[in-house]
């Protein structure tokens, strides 16, 4: 019998192996014959011989490693153990399990990645421990340097989200247009009166929709004051003013930066330990909360390096200032200013039995007072009340009753709570209590830190709209998220060195980051967009076929009491996770580290377990296979990839391609009840891969009572691609499409007589574009036909019309150009302008052409045949106009370049 060590090496090799070739197969389920039947597809099946000898030989070499290393290298399955945790990845394709414990099938999709994250990092971890890996040493012992390096650090993390979401539909969006306009105003006009600037659309230079000004009652003189503080706008007036919409964006993540650094230093000095600091610094920098809003035009990154400021200075006048400067970045400040302003009297820097001095209270008190009255005669100059209610008119939305959900929504809710997108924050809790345990100066930070943390949670949780409107994750809380490092570099800091805590700690690290990472690249960054209806995207996006969503807390779906009851059960299990953590006794760095893994998971399992049990009321809206308006298996088909397939409902293998037509979607009447950005029949919007599908339609019988007409939609925008007739009476029909490219939104428009017609829409695919082959392009918005050409638009500034579409002027607007059905050959646009010397330039793959437009005369542009089915192009204007310019009665306020219709290649121009 072979040693158990030498069968661990294997186990590993098994499951790693098994692992690797599972995570790139897509596991769905779909209905046939009325039971639910789940289907994997996978690589050849000698793919997994390949993987299992390819795991082998790299287990090998990495023992060759640590053997190359000075000293006793240990032993290889000691350094291998955490692997063992990739065995959680295949539970779901294992038979039987996954029909029993539904909710173990959000480890085969998206979520996948969030385990292989957290199983590498804990690799590391244990090669690093064991000394096998070893971090090349900085020779650097000045705190000022490393505290740059830190600073550097952040502002690196916080480009990346920036970079993939500024310019795009999702930033800058909610606010951050009126933030950016009360800038613009006080820059250009040297005043606040935001009326002019929306008028003329000066918004326009970062924000290509209309935006009309955020006010509730007019200013004492009449004029039109925005609703938003005007503390964030006053300091980047002078920024926008030199370098536009992405100077701010830049500043705004140096500012950032430069908190993160003023709280790691902070730590450094309470603490001594630079390790435990940057441990804390990392998992807020990384974390969903604070890093989605190191750039977005918002108070909350400014208001924290003003807080940091006001917690870590010894300057009793800075401050004074950086707490009076709170309420001016908004109101919801002022409480924790205050709070701020007198703990730093009779905190640890003085004896809190001792009074501290009139000297202290002056500098500290004078420059804040000044500012605070300051504050209080705005409002009374420009709207008649020294209140910072005056803003608001009538409207009252904040009240402490809001409080009882609130505060722990901040917290806890699964949409916007602080610990669903980032349960790192949990050691927060047990930090507070290590330093109180310690007591001294560590005590009395503490204690601060809860009062601090404790007035902006108290004031921002009793405002109705708690979650901060359209924001990011926790956003009312990113202001005051760096006190928390202290505590949780605390907690850290607690832990022994290679033990089962110290590597759950890092394990909550890295499951942050994954999700932070998930929102910012999957969707196109959308699952930051919450749609405040008690289900969190991201958990809908993780899980499609069973709603996981149902196990986590919610303050919006249900109320307080349920919330609290869900929210309360989490805390019990981590508790006794964390009490189970603390009673491993000293091990290996690998089996400390499998211990995390295996803690972590088994919290997660007793959740499955035991809040499905608790009261439900409302209940959370149920996974429906029916009504599912995506389906994975479509989204990674690709018969070269993934020809292998398994069908467990009798359990057999077959081909990829046996299985394709079982993946249909569908709709009829009472479905779907959530109304789509687009009236599409029965709300049945679907997203399907480009391939070619058939569309069967059923109707009532005698049903409709007129001949009329069904239309296939496919973008959520503009007319439909195709038009077929339906005759009165007509039972059924069945059409076929043929999609070129992906379409996010798919449906069938009609008439209402039509839609109450409807019986059935069944949309089965017959071949599918693998998915290493499909041509990627932007999200199509909308699509139309012009003669031979169909029109993909990727811009929601155009709208298709029925003879063709206006592209914006002077901004770079991309779309899709195809062939209809049967049309061969180049493409041919007439472009038109309304203005003189109007330079149009059209870039294409490997290809650019530019010609100069005069008013009212029109040219032909010829592109070249594409080499595959589509060609996407990006369209230049010099010139533009608007028409509401040109005509008052017309409102049109667009800025228009071109217009641009399709012709057939041999036409000559009128």
């Known amino acids: 019998m072979p040693p158990l060590r030498h069968l661990r090496v294997l186990a590993v090799c098994l499951i790693t192996g098994a692992a690797i070739y599972v995570s790139r197969g897509v596991l769905d389920a779909t209905i046939v014959e009325g039971r639910t039947v789940r289907i994997a597809l996978l690589p050849p099946w000698e793919t997994l011989a390949s993987l299992l000898a390819a795991v082998l030989v790299g287990l090998l070499l990495l023992h060759r490693l640590a053997v190359s290393r000075r000293g006793p290298a240990p032993p290889l399955e000691r350094l291998l153990t955490p692997l063992l945790g990739l065995g959680i990845l295949l539970l779901p394709f294992l038979p039987w399990l996954a029909d029993v414990w539904p909710p173990i099938q959000i480890a085969a999709g998206p979520a996948g990645l969030v385990v292989w994250l957290g199983v590498a990092m804990m690799l590391l971890w244990t090669l690093r421990q064991e000394g096998v890996l070893r971090l090349p040493t900085i020779a650097i012992t000045s705190t000022t340097t490393l505290s740059l390096l830190v600073a550097l650090g952040v502002a690196a993390i916080s480009a990346v989200p920036a970079l993939r979401l500024t310019g795009t539909p999702l930033v800058p969006a909610g606010d951050e247009p009126h933030y950016l306009v009360i800038a613009q105003s006080l820059w250009r006009d040297g005043d606040l009166k935001i009326e002019n600037n929306h008028q003329r659309g000066d918004y326009r230079e970062y924000f290509n929709r209309d935006l009309d000004p955020h006010y509730l009652t007019r200013g004492a003189d009449g004029e039109i004051y925005s609703i938003h503080p005007v503390g964030l706008p006053v300091l980047l007036t002078p920024i926008y003013g030199l370098g536009g919409y992405r100077a701010v964006v830049v500043t705004l993540i140096a500012v950032a930066a430069a908190a993160a650094a003023l709280a790691w230093r902070w730590v450094v000095a309470v603490l001594a330990d630079r390790v435990a600091a940057t441990f804390a610094v990392a998992a807020i920098a990384g974390s969903a909360p604070f890093m989605l809003n190191t750039f977005m035009v918002y108070p909350e990154i400014a208001a924290a390096l003003a807080v940091m400021i006001a917690l870590v200075t010894p300057n009793h006048i800075v401050a004074g200032i950086a707490c009076g400067m709170l309420p001016w970045l908004s109101t919801k400040y002022a409480p924790m200013s205050a709070v701020l302003l007198v703990t730093g009297l009779i905190g640890p820097a003085a004896s809190p039995f001792r ?33 910072p209610q005056a803003p608001y008119g009538a409207m009252v939305q904040t009240t402490p009753k809001n409080l009882v959900f609130g505060a722990p929504g901040l917290l806890f809710d699964q949409e916007y709570g602080l610990l669903a997108y980032a349960p790192v924050y949990i050691l927060a809790a047990t930090g507070l209590w290590a330093m109180w345990k310690a007591a001294g100066e560590q005590r009395l930070l503490a204690i601060r830190i809860v009062l601090v943390f404790g007035a902006l949670l108290g004031t921002v949780g009793a405002f109705r709209i708690w979650w901060g409107g359209s924001a990011a994750p926790a956003r009312p809380l990113a202001s005051g998220l760096l006190v928390l490092a202290l505590p949780i570099a605390a907690a850290f800091a607690a832990a022994p060195r290679g033990s089962a805590r110290r590597a759950a700690q890092h394990l909550l690290l890295w499951i942050g980051v994954a999700i932070a990472a998930t929102v910012v690249f999957a969707q196109e960054g959308l699952l930051m967009a919450q749609g405040r209806d008690g289900t969190s995207a991201l958990l809908e996006w993780w899980s499609p076929r069973w709603e996981i969503w149902a196990l986590a807390p919610s303050f919006i779906h249900h109320e307080a009491p349920t919330a609290w009851v869900f929210s309360l059960t989490w805390l019990a299990i981590a508790s006794v996770a964390a009490f189970a953590l603390r009673r491993v006794p000293r091990v290996t760095a690998g089996t400390a580290a499998l211990t995390a893994v295996g803690a972590i998971t088994l919290a997660l399992a007793a959740v499955s377990v035991i809040v499905p049990l608790l009261p439900d009321d409302p209940p959370f809206p149920r996974a429906n296979l029916a009504a599912r308006s995506r389906l994975a298996a479509l989204d990674g088909f690709d018969p070269r990839a993934l020809p292998a397939a398994v069908i467990y409902d009798p359990l057999r293998k077959v081909s990829a391609a046996d299985v394709l037509p079982l993946f249909h979607v569908g709709v ?21 891969p480009a ?6 339609l059923t109707f009532v019988p005698g049903q409709p009572k007129h001949d009329d007409t069904v239309g296939f939609q496919m973008g959520r925008v503009g007319m439909p691609l195709e038009t077929w007739p339906v005759s009165a009476g007509q039972g059924a029909m069945s059409r076929t499409v043929h999609l070129p490219l992906d379409a996010s939104f798919v449906g069938l428009r009609g008439s209402r007589e039509v839609e109450e017609a409807l019986a059935t829409a069944i949309i089965t695919p017959l071949t ?39 592209i914006p002027g002077q901004r770079p607007t991309t779309v899709s150009l195809g062939h209809t059905p049967g049309a061969t050959g180049p493409f041919v646009l007439r472009l038109r302008s309304r203005v003189d010397d109007n330079v149009v330039t059209v870039k294409a793959r490997g290809w650019e052409q530019s010609i100069t437009l005069m008013a009212e005369q029109p040219q032909d542009l010829v592109l070249p045949a594409p080499a595959r089915g589509v060609e996407t192009v990006v369209v230049t204007t010099s010139n533009g106009f608007r028409p509401i310019e040109r005509d008052p009665e017309n409102r049109d306020r667009r800025f228009l370049g071109v217009w641009v219709e399709g012709l057939i290649a041999d036409s000559q121009p009128e």
């Open 691 to 696: 391939g070619d599908y058939r569309i069967d």
């Open 768 to 806: 599918v574009t693998p998915a290493g082959e499909r041509q990627r392009t932007p999200t199509v918005l909308g699509a139309g036909r012009y003669g031979p050409l169909e029109i993909y638009l990727h811009d929601d500034l155009v709208n298709l019309e029925r003879a063709g579409f206006w």
């Open 355 to 387: 009074w501290p001095g009139w000297t202290s209270i002056v500098k500290r008190g004078v420059p804040y007072a000044v500012f605070l009255t300051a504050w209080f005669a705005f409002f009374y100059i420009f709207w008649g009340k020294p209140l």
């Open 668 to 688: 009829q009447p009472g479905l779907r009840p959530e109304p789509q950005p687009l009236r599409v029949l029965h709300n049945g919007r679907f997203t399907l």
